[in-house]
């Protein structure tokens, strides 16, 4: 079996390999690739979409319904881990209280879950004692990669960057402190229900302002007719209309890994984490 | 520009699902009613597009307002415009048809779960409705991570069954997404008309047919045809009922389309027959097929099973109608897409109902079943009957043209394997039959109730159940005005008539 797959991989590598005997020399200026589509986006993007760089251009202007389904693609990731992961009536298992004066620790098992008192803290079952260092330093940073990710969104007009890589970012921001921290922490400031709210609304944004475009009189992701209610010209308005897009999926990646990550580090349970 | 419904099919949908899986949070109660309107919506303007083509020809739609090769286009001719509404309605009547089971089943991910089920209609309506060869890939994606997650929903070994297609389908999808980029690499272009004008000097280069091949197997792979089917039985068997009634006839079959789709609007059939030739060898693979999935299908103790191999084997039929090289066999093929939806949404669903009263499917507990749930049963025997090929049920017809088909292009073993199966499927069904008619139900595992009580399913269950069932006698008593307004006309002329 073991051979059969090495030689199933092998004939198909060398069937590619020999393929690109007919392929156009590397970088040829006549090569179909560089002839037919891409003179157009090279040189007209700045005059049609006034978006000074061109990946941003295709990929959220003239390609953007892809960009849409790229962004489901990323919610449909998040809804499957929650559907499959997510538990929801589970047994109280064994947990840890601290008393917070005395440092005497509790270890409940079963029950009923206490309520919230200001002389007990819950602790994960590997709790390790607070680390000033750690603590402090994670906490001063996250607002700094918050205050860059957003610039890598805003950013995407003018540079690498832009909604995918602005939502991890701004994800990574809410991971770390559930890491440096606990999850309960994370999901204290975070919770849950805006978590997985924020998920579809980022997406819904990006097929919303498409829908716009239909009620405003053109076609679907045309953002030419947002111009009649964002009161700038043609030209800006699908800049602005991909500034919009780009704001829904990084709301949309954020909110994924976050929900990732905290499905996957409780197994479900978004108790304990990592 | 002015005529929106060919986005406005997906973009509802698309939509609906981002509303349901918000409404979880806020009101779960609203979820399902959101979901029926998603997909309700759905089915209604593919119908609305189906008859719009139907009298005024194809619709074209660039979506952002830039056009075709540039931007992506829609382009909905008959071929697609048919399967759009075989997708869409089947779709929106297993929604309604699945909403008790699915209730027992996800009680408190409901919104989640209606979520994933629109994005899969999204996926398959997305990739039938394109004219762009990339954005085929995208919603492909769409649809298969969704129904991987569905399927994972199912229980006992449900999740690792789920991993396993999880691994085919992604290799699946890489093998088409690779002859994709060496498309683009050859002609520059991902627009479906756009390539197939810009292949026409290109046909004699190597790395065209290695693009071809390459979309082909990937496609093979996520249509299970027969090599690569060995992820469909266990995902399909231990998908929860809701889940297969859905996936098990829609995916296959849209795959099949896809097929069909590049073999004609992209490389044409004088690439396809004349110049690689390849029609006699498709054909004899899908002769295995349909023998392998058949024998397979023989060895078979569970009712669910049994029917993932007669998919595999059905797969067959078309995959080897499509390549006979005539207009009888492409006709069979497309006409059997349709067919076999409807027949194989029949089966899983006649199948779920049984599980939602006995839980359980294995083909010894199904013992008197005629007596406890006589409509259902009445359902599967009209779905039985279908896909033997009896008159005047839709099966015959469909297997009449391909079997035309064969005689014409003088390929006996495709006819034979065509009647083979079928007499398989005559042992296969009437063995069901039997066990269900004359087994006797005090000697099976009984769950509390005598034998003699009728617990047949809710009527919101049946109901669908039946209208698809009449269904199944309604598209063979239309089959000839059908394959004169749809299909006929976009036979390509390159094919033998």
Known sequence: MKTAGIIIVLLAGALLLYATRDFPPWGALDSPASTHVSPRYLQKAMEETAVPNVVTAVLADYRGFDTMFETTVIFCAGIGCFILLRVFRQRPGDRYYRHIATEITLHIKGGRIPKKSSEFERIDALWTPYDLIIKTVCRILVPFIQLFALYVIAHGHHSPGGGFQGGVILGASVILLAISHNMRTAIDRFSEKTNNLLMAIGVFIYTGIGTVCILLGAGFLDYRSLSAVLFVDKIMARSHGIFGVEIGVGITVMAVMISIYNNLASAGKQDEGL | ?497
């Open chain 2, 1 to 497: 520009m002015n005529d929106h419904t060919p986005a406005l099919l997906i973009i509802l949908p698309l939509l609906f699902a981002f509303m349901v899986s918000g409404m979880a949070w806020i009101k779960k109660s609203l979820c399902y009613p959101l979901a029926v309107a998603g997909s309700g919506l759905c089915a209604f303007f593919s119908i609305r597009v189906f008859t719009h083509v139907l009298r005024h020809g194809t619709m074209q739609y660039s979506l952002g307002g830039w056009e075709a090769p540039w931007g992506i286009g829609y382009h909905v001719d008959l071929l697609n415009g048919v399967v759009l509404v075989a997708v869409s309605v089947l779709a929106f009547i297993n929604m309604i048809a699945t909403r008790k089971a699915a209730a027992i089943q996800f009680p408190e991910k409901e919104g989640a779960f209606y979520a994933l089920y629109l994005l899969f209609i999204v996926g398959l309506v997305g990739i039938v409705a394109t004219g762009d060869l990339f954005n085929l890939y995208v919603l492909l994606e769409v649809a298969s991570l969704t129904s991987y997650a569905l399927i994972a929903l199912g229980e006992g070994r449900a999740p690792l069954s789920s991993l396993n297609y999880l691994y085919m389908g992604t290799i699946g999808g890489c093998f088409y997404l690779l002859g994709v980029g060496y498309l683009y690499i050859m002609t520059g272009s991902l627009n479906m008309a756009d390539v197939a004008s810009l292949l026409r000097p290109l046909y004699e280069s190597g790395a065209i047919w290695v693009a071809f091949t390459f979309c082909m197997v990937g496609i093979g792979v996520k249509m299970a045809f027969f090599p690569l089917h060995v992820w469909l039985p266990n995902a399909y068997t231990y998908a929860p009922s809701a889940v297969s009634s859905l996936i098990a006839p829609l995916m296959t079959k849209v795959m099949v389309y896809v097929m069909i789709r590049l073999m004609i609007s992209v490389f044409c059939v004088d690439f396809a027959f004349s110049v690689l030739d390849l029609g006699s060898a498709m054909v004899w693979l899908s002769i295995l097929a349909i023998v392998m999935g058949a024998a397979l299908a023989l060895a078979q103790k569970n009712l669910k099973r049994l029917f993932c191999y007669i998919i595999v084997s059905e797969i067959g039929y078309m995959v080897g109608g499509a390549w006979l090289g005539n207009a009888a066999g492409m006709t069979g093929a497309i006409l059997h897409i349709l067919n076999d939806a409807l027949m194989t949404i029949c089966l899983f669903l006649a199948a779920g109902t049984i599980h939602y009263r006995i839980n359980n499917l294995d083909l010894d507990h199904l013992q008197g079943l005629f007596g406890r749930m006589p409509v259902t049963m009445a359902c599967l025997v009209a779905a039985g009957l279908s896909i033997i090929g009896v008159p005047p049920t839709c099966g015959f017809f469909s297997k009449w043209y391909l079997i035309t088909g064969a005689l014409q292009a003088g390929q006996y073993g495709f006819m034979a394997a065509l009647l083979f199966s079928s007499l398989v499927n005559v042992i296969l069904f009437f063995r069901v039959f039997e066990i269900g008619y004359y087994g006797d139900p005090g000697h099976g595992h009984m769950h509390g109730s005598s034998p003699e009580t009728r617990t047949e399913a809710p009527a919101a269950m049946l109901a669908p159940l039946l209208i698809l069932s009449a269904g199944l006698v309604v598209m063979g008593v239309f089959t000839g005005s059908i394959v004169a307004a749809v299909i006929d006309p976009i036979i390509p002329a390159g094919l033998a008539r």
